[in-house]
């Protein structure tokens, strides 16, 4: 009986927080020179990177994935193709709610970074344009429509789009670029919850601009975090095999001036996330393993995305996909708690802690099992290397486990629970 009333407790629990939550839909696409022609970056004109025939397929994708924030890169830099695009392809079929700002462009550059959203959740509240090279990083910082905003609670997410030089070579230059968006989250949203994200051009994350986004020697107070990291695809992705679920580049495995060739074989596009939303700190939480390129069923190394059979999308998305980049869409989900009263300790089914958090060489995990059975403690770096794994037999109930260090440098760690029943949860853990 005990064991009945302790799974229902979990099941209300769970449904309380279902019944409380919105889910937001992000997406970042790389748009491959949207409206500009003959760039002088590609032999991109009308005849093969058609504006009209783009917009068929970027309707197509943005069906299927329906998001609710929409950034993209590589967008012409007019205000009347951004006016084009919103009548063209999102207000359509009845909608009238997707908004935008206006284009900022302090570099000077032919092709910007932009942002979508959906007005009836979220409101526009700034946008700022740090002056990096060879064009503009944006960064816009939206809030929340929800039911408490009369009374002044606010839920933020910032939105930051940055388009770094492409090409080997240029790595001091990305991170550079990087550099200069960190400074700015330090100085204005230390604790938010911000989104970094875009065409980053990185070859694998051994480039010291991953390196300076994902590891806490670089950044103590702030830290953006993988989605991937803990499902294998973080590492030397470029032209590599085992990384083949995970990229984004290119869709096409033959070229025709404009579109780059090759077949899928390099992760260039990205969504990483502050763990303020890995970790629930202010009412947005990543959902776990809805992180993905939109197309790629981890079938189609060094092939095109439309080539064959893709499980991952049906026919005519794939052949949007093929038609409308060279790179594949990123897309991931975040839970909002709308009511802002739900903590995240209380639907997690484990509800574990650890102390000392920060720990130095031993610290000890305080859980609730839910049911008897093996857990499973599992110590991963920010880049997703297994550094240690341990488990043990529980009983129902309050429990305690104690993990040992070993040899670890100091730096941030993602400690993962896991119960034989199915149930996980993972924990941030600082060893100093």
Wanted: charge should be negative.
């Amino acid at each position: 009986m005990k064991r009945k009333i302790h799974l229902l407790i979990i099941i209300l629990w769970t449904t309380l927080f279902v019944q409380a939550q919105d889910t937001l839909t992000v997406m970042q696409y790389n748009l491959l020179y949207y409206g500009n022609y003959n760039s002088g970056y590609a032999d991109c004109f009308e005849t093969n990177n058609n504006t009209q025939r783009k917009d068929e397929c970027i309707r197509t994708i943005v069906n299927y994935v329906k998001p609710d924030i929409f950034t993209v890169c590589e967008f012409g830099a007019t205000q009347q193709l951004q006016n084009d695009f919103l009548r063209h392809n999102l207000n359509i079929n009845g909608a009238d709610y997707w908004q935008s700002d206006n284009i900022i462009n302090s570099a000077g550059s032919n092709i910007i970074n932009h942002i979508f959203f959906d007005s009836r959740k979220m409101g526009l509240k700034k946008h700022v344009a740090l002056r990096t090279q060879p064009r503009d990083t944006d960064v816009y910082e939206l809030y929340l429509k929800t039911p408490s905003l009369a009374a002044g609670d606010t839920i933020k997410l910032v939105c930051i789009v940055a388009h770094p030089k492409a090409g080997m070579g240029f790595e001091s230059d990305r991170r550079a670029l990087m550099q200069k968006a960190m400074d700015y989250v330090n100085a204005s949203y230390p604790t938010d919850n911000v989104l970094i994200m875009g065409d980053f051009n990185m070859y694998g994350a051994s480039e010291p601009g991953y390196r300076l986004l994902t590891q806490t020697y670089s950044n103590p107070s702030i830290c953006f975090m993988d989605p991937l990291a803990l499902v294998g695809g973080v590492g030397e992705w470029n032209n590599n095999a085992s990384f083949t679920p995970f990229h984004t580049q290119s869709t096409r495995s033959y070229s025709d001036e404009c579109f780059s060739s090759g077949g899928l074989d390099d992760r260039f596009d990205f969504i990483l996330m502050a763990d303020e939303i890995a970790f629930s700190y202010n009412h947005m939480r990543y959902v776990q393993g809805s992180y993905h390129a939109v197309g790629n069923d981890g079938n189609h190394f060094n092939q095109s995305v439309n080539q064959g059979y893709n499980s991952a999308v049906p026919a005519e998305v794939a052949e949007a996909l093929f038609n409308s980049s060279d790179h594949l869409p990123v897309t991931m989900k975040i839970a909002v708690d709308v009511h802002l009263g739900v903590e995240d300790h209380e639907i997690q089914s484990l509800y574990a802690t650890v102390a000392p958090n920060p720990a130095s060489d031993r610290a000890v995990v305080a859980f609730f099992n839910p049911l008897q059975g093996q857990v499973q403690f599992e110590l991963y770096s920010l880049q997703g290397q297994l550094m240690q794994r341990e488990a043990a037999a529980f009983d129902e109930g309050s429990q305690q486990y104690e993990l040992s260090f070993h040899d670890l440098t100091k730096g941030f760690y993602l400690l993962r629970i896991k119960h034989s029943g199915g149930w996980e949860q993972t924990v941030k853990l600082i060893v100093q």
